[in-house]
């Protein structure tokens, strides 16, 4: 199978299970293309993370147009972004039709309170999986401790500041980013 037909029924097969939006997709993207077809590390898939939180556009198709990218240039970027919006497309389609005509349906209304706890649990699932991405590295050297603290010390602010006081999440990023990386190459010189 070439490159670019795995890239593209990956992404289709991600694109098809993929229930909740970007965050309830990323467990998924992460197993099929760190864990199943080991295209990209864990730390790129978090560095990916980072880079598709920041660029407008939904989180599940930044991810598969970078990582299509990176696995095929152009071409890779353009068949994995592809494969990603098919499916969605034509289910928001047909359930945009159907739904309409079917607003007050008990059991429509209960399957998407179901599907609702589903995706609370894929989003903690990759709340996990980032959490272990970034700290486990810095529980084995104790010189990178400080920058844990530090770490652990933004995400508590930044929640603090978005839910708290209203700060918009590109403003706290923008701003965490901007001391974190400051704070490291102070501490480098």
């Known amino acids: 199978m070439t490159l670019y037909l795995q890239l593209f029924l990956t992404f289709l097969k991600i694109g098809a299970i993929s229930f909740g939006g970007g965050y309830g997709a990323l467990s998924i993207i992460h197993s099929e293309v760190v864990l199943s077809h080991q295209w990209i590390s864990s730390q790129e898939f978090m560095e990916i993370l980072t880079i598709a939180e920041i660029t407008p556009g939904p989180i599940a198709i930044n991810s598969a147009t970078y990582v299509g990218m990176k696995i095929g240039g152009i071409w890779g970027a353009v068949v994995a972004t592809t494969g990603s919006v098919i499916v969605p497309f034509l289910i928001v389609i047909l359930l945009s039709v159907l739904y309409e ?5 008990l059991l429509l209304n209960n399957i998407v309170k179901g ?19 970034v700290i486990s590295p810095y529980w084995l050297e104790q010189k990178n401790l400080a920058f844990l603290v530090i770490k652990l010390a933004f995400f508590i602010g930044s929640y603090y500041l978005m839910r708290k006081k209203g700060f918009a999440p590109i403003r706290a990023m923008f701003l965490c980013g901007v001391l ?7 501490v480098a010189i």
């Open 101 to 105: 005509g079917q607003r007050e349906n």
């Open 115 to 133: 599907l609702k706890t589903v995706v609370l649990a894929l989003i903690i699932s990759v709340f996990i999986t980032m959490g272990q991405a």
């Open 180 to 186: 974190f990386g400051s704070i490291k190459t102070i």
